[in-house]
C-alpha cells in the first residue's frame, strides 16, 4: 500500500467569495502515473469531485458556482 501526503489548502469562491479549507491526500510515490488525490474533508459550504484522480472541480452551496482547484 502507498503512503500517503497530507496537506491543506485555502479556497475561495470566485463568485460570491465564500472562503472555506480543503484536506486533502495523495500518493507520495514520485514514480506513479496518477497520485490518487482525494479530497478528505471540506471546511464551508463546498462540494467537491476528484476527475482523474488528480484535478479537483470545486461547487460552492452558496451561489452554485464552479471551479478548479
Known amino acids: 500500500m502507498a503512503a500517503r501526503?497530507?496537506?491543506?489548502?485555502?479556497i475561495e469562491c470566485p463568485n460570491c467569495g465564500?472562503?472555506?479549507v480543503l484536506?486533502?491526500?495523495?500518493?507520495?510515490?514520485p514514480y506513479m502515473r496518477n497520485p490518487h488525490r482525494e479530497v478528505?474533508?471540506?471546511?464551508?459550504e463546498f462540494t467537491t469531485f476528484v476527475s482523474k484522480g488528480v484535478d479537483v472541480a470545486v461547487t460552492c452551496i452558496k451561489c452554485?458556482?464552479?471551479f478548479a482547484y
Request: charged share 40%.
Open 5 to 10: 501526503d497530507r496537506f491543506t489548502s485555502g
Open 64 to 66: 452554485n458556482a464552479n
Open 18 to 20: 465564500q472562503k472555506g
Open 23 to 29: 484536506h486533502m491526500s495523495e500518493d507520495d510515490h
Open 40 to 44: 478528505d474533508e471540506i471546511e464551508g
